[in-house]
């Protein structure tokens, strides 16, 4: 039976550390099989939209994806065109090699992460990436991903890489859930900017 780890927060060195490639004959092997259920039970729980080893204190290179319908639910129209939002299916990603795909251009938007608590902030990602992995059956798999997919997938693989969104993050939009919910969450990008970027910065 699969459980919910507890997930370790913000200040915790696993989640500010590089993780370890996981060799790949060891996908297989009945410790890593039982982090990979453990890590979707947990994400489902808490619920997220992905997890990464190093949430759940381990450092290795494992994340889980999936963004489910219900998580659309309620968002306007417009929000969801902008931010590409669709339903991602289940992902497991080993080992993973991030391309950005600088043509695509990037994209500014909210997120949250269930190791930084109760805190929310625009942060630019690429609109379009590759990713080289291993599934969780160590099969070689090619992602070709844009949109919330995208970004979903440069977070969690941000966790392998020992960052979080908020080093990234733009420091005037970093708020709290609650204050995100009432005020923000169904504006645009630009009206936030607008609202929340002192006005010189707004010139490009
Ligand atoms: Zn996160």
Redesign the pocket.
Known sequence: MSLALPIVLQGNPVLHTAAQEVPVEEIASPKIQELIQNMIHTMRNAPGA?L?AP?VGESLQIAVIEYPKKFLAGMPAEVLLERGMVEVPLHVIINPELTLIETAGTAEFFEG???VGDKRGIIPRAKAVEVRCLNEKGEQVLIKAEGWFARILQ?EIG?LCGE??VDKAFPETLMTEEEYQTNWRSKTIDQIKTALFKSEELTE
Do not use: T, V
Request: aromatic share 10%.
């Open positions: 992905g990464a949430q992460c269930l190791s977070h966790h979080l969104f």
